[in-house]
């Protein structure tokens, strides 16, 4: 066999019946200042080109709308504004409710994020605006807020000043004469709305700022059975949240560890205040809502269009409640007023930011996460693509800028970007039609909703989870596909629900991390065979009838080698290969120390186990190669080389040679960088496993000829 040098970058593979020779690339090496430096320019340079890319990129709609084809793409686009709008309506009003809002500002909620989201998403299809979760989530910080800065924790605003009453000389005129918005003295919905829009504010900084570093990777670690999970738990959470409202009870809302056990104690303590109006008109919105929306389910793809039962049943229950007088009769709890227009800009309160910033990053990074996992999907199923870290930034921009304007946190909504793609959505001028309508309303139509029940509200809110609480009927088949994951729903599920949304993702993301560590710490490892009249090798457990070559053991380890599992994988490979040479170089040296007490007493009777054991061993040397297949291992690092080292070493010295086969570059060049190769690394190194099953043949059969005294 001819040898080869590494002066010309040759990886040369020695197997029967050939020799493979592959030349590697040689790269230029750059100092880490000549990197920076080049990166630094080609972000820099500025051109015409250049600004014009960047100014498209930033604002994608500048791309697609010239384009636009308007006898293809508008009506379908206006449709699905159209219907997504008058779904949107009554579902931004209860949301307010679970933000802890007035109803008005789940509207200006809506509308901004709409508008924003139409000239800098990439997506054609999601959605963007209220999210059951992320009002949860912002309530729940609403409500500390609240308490901490000594507002009444009852939802009864009974000696306060409302929104409406709070009207003073600086108003806001709108095109309409008749509309007048009020301007807001710092009453409890005053504060509330200042809290709700310093968290949206924060939440869009650090989705802007993981824009900017390119953190849009980030979504990866949010693994769809974490997430789903997530909202299921948020989705008892906000059931447990709406109660009190069918119920028409005033209970303080618990916030915290353990706030939705502590709100189901409230509600049994005041369950003999329920207020029958409240339960009855629940009671029906219930059974008419239910059916319809199972229905609309069941039809979809019959309908043209699903039938808008929700804002029925708030016209006919605002219609009921206000000729009936409810409020007055039955003191059932209503929406009150609504104002029309827009209240002046103000900024967040920067005050609060301390106190916020903590939560702003977890509904940040939920806002995100769901955004692009729609987003993706959907563009997936259109064939599209879409950007993540423009998505960041869009995102972000729908939080930053509806902040000023009295808003809370936006995300992708699944719900309504479902009926938004099913009724013919083409492009995100859906999303245009669907601002002019809540523009409507916000400018004429809003005060109308005066009498509505919140109960009403709270059962919309509380329907619309059938997705969510769904999930447990899949628990099954999760089970059945994945172990892992579905451990990862119900602890992400439980904790979310039982202990807070907050603290449950945080333990789901945590469990979810240790998953990978302790599935990297202790992998898949198996010895394989191979597969009559070819060249496959597989596990020996899991298929029949494969042939082991006498002699050698093919050991496949499914993760890489680092500081984590580096002891499992030496303590595996000894096991399944049946040489530990640790215990075997232990009985050698109890042998030479019997040896030498032998010559000191002279006595040669003495014999033990161990040496009896290692003679036989000698005799008939069961395995003379071990064969690691490195196929699945991704990387080494200094820990895993060191072990590799010792493992290399343990075997040589008992007499049985190791060889590595498949190994990717980045394991090649962690081993000659770390001096593994002793010898040629041809002799060592193979690019199948069957090139170095060939290779041990070879080597032992020259081995047994020479024994034998007819060395070829």
Not at 129 to 157: K, N, P, W
Not at 474 to 479: A, F, Q, T
Not at 528 to 556: A, C
């Amino acid at each position: 066999m001819e040898t080869e040098s590494n002066e010309d970058a040759k990886a040369v593979y020695r197997c029967s019946p050939g020799t493979i020779f592959l030349e590697e690339k040689v790269k230029k090496p750059m100092s880490l200042r000549s990197r920076l430096a080049e990166k630094v320019r080609k972000t820099c340079s500025c051109s015409p080109g250049k600004a014009k890319e960047l100014l498209f990129s930033f604002f994608p709609v500048l791309e697609w709308l010239p384009s636009y084809k308007l006898k293809e793409y508008l009506l379908g686009d206006m449709m699905s504004g159209l219907i997504v709008a008058i779904l949107l309506v009554p579902q931004s009003i209860a949301y307010s409710l679970l933000a802890g809002q007035e109803p008005i500002f789940g509207l200006y909620t809506s509308f901004f994020a709409c508008i924003i989201y139409f000239f800098m998403g990439t997506s054609r299809h999601i959605h963007v605006g209220i999210f059951g979760v992320l009002c949860l989530m912002v309530g729940e910080v609403v409500d500390r807020e609240l308490q901490v800065a000594g507002y009444d924790s009852l939802d009864s605003h009974k000696g306060q000043i409302t929104v409406l009453d709070a009207l003073n000389e600086n108003t806001t005129h709108s095109p309409f004469d008749q509309n007048q918005t009020v301007a807001m003295t710092c009453d409890r919905s005053c504060f509330a709305i200042t809290v709700g829009a310093t968290v949206t504010f924060m939440a869009g900084v650090y989705q802007l700022a993981m824009g900017f570093l390119q953190f849009g990777f980030v979504s990866v670690y949010l693994s769809d059975s974490l997430l789903s999970g997530f909202a299921t738990g948020a989705s008892f959470t906000i059931l447990t949240s709406q109660v009190k409202y069918l119920l028409g009870l005033s209970i303080p809302r618990a916030n915290g560890i353990g706030s939705l056990i502590y709100t189901w104690i409230y509600i049994f303590q005041n369950i003999h205040l329920t207020n029958i109006c409240d339960l009855v008109t629940s009671i029906l919105c219930l059974l008419v809502l239910i059916p319809a929306k199972e229905l609309n389910e069941y039809y979809k793809s019959k309908l043209k269009a699903p039938i808008p039962i929700e804002l029925l049943v708030v016209v006919v229950a605002t219609l009921a409640s206000h000729f009936g007088h409810l409020k007055e009769n039955y003191d059932s709890s209503i929406a009150g007023t609504i104002p029309t227009g827009f209240l002046m800009p103000k900024s967040p309160d920067w005050s609060l930011i301390p106190s916020i910033a903590l939560p702003a990053l977890s509904i940040a990074i939920i806002g995100f996460a769901i955004t692009v996992s729609l987003s993706e999907m959907f563009a997936k199923k259109h064939g599209y693509e879409v950007k993540a870290n423009q998505e960041m930034y869009a995102i972000g921009f729908c939080n930053i800028i509806p902040a000023f304007f009295h808003c809370f946190t936006t995300s992708a909504a699944l719900a309504k970007t479902l009926v938004k793609e099913s009724t013919g959505c083409k492009t995100q001028v859906s999303g245009i039609m669907t601002s002019l309508v809540l523009l409507l309303v916000l400018l004429v139509i809003a005060p109308l909703f005066f009498s509505l029940q919140k109960c009403v509200l709270g059962v919309i809110t509380i329907v619309n989870l059938r997705g969510a609480l769904r999930k447990f009927l899949d628990l099954p088949k999760m089970w059945k596909v994945n172990k892992v994951d579905t451990t990862i729903w119900l602890v992400t599920m439980f904790s979310s629900a039982l202990i807070s949304t907050e603290l449950g993702l945080l333990i789901g993301i945590a469990f979810s991390m240790l998953c990978i560590i302790v599935r990297s710490q202790m992998p898949v490892s198996t010895l394989l065979g191979r597969v009559d009249n070819t060249e496959v090798y597989e596990s020996i457990n899991v298929y029949k009838n494969l042939n082991i070559p006498q002699g050698i053991k093919i050991f496949r380890f499914e993760a890489p080698i680092y500081y984590v599992n580096k002891q499992h994988f030496k303590m595996t490979l000894y096991r399944y290969s049946g040489v530990d040479p640790t215990s075997l170089a232990a009985a050698e040296r109890k042998k030479a120390k019997i040896e030498k007490l032998r010559r000191q007493d002279g006595s040669m009777e003495i014999k033990t186990r161990e040496e009896t054991a290692h003679c036989l061993y000698k005799e008939q040397q069961p395995v003379h190669t071990l064969i690691i297949d490195c196929g699945s291992i991704q990387f080494i690092d200094s820990a895993g080389m060191n072990t590799l080292k010792e493992v290399l070493k343990d075997y040589n010295d008992i007499g049985v040679q190791l060889l590595l086969a498949q190994c990717n570059v980045t394991v090649k060049n962690s081993l000659r960088n770390g001096d593994f190769f002793k010898r040629e690394e041809s002799t060592v190194m193979f690019h199948s496993v069957h090139q170095a099953v060939q290779f041990a043949l070879n080597v032992q059969e020259q081995s047994d000829a020479y024994l034998n005294g007819s060395a070829v």
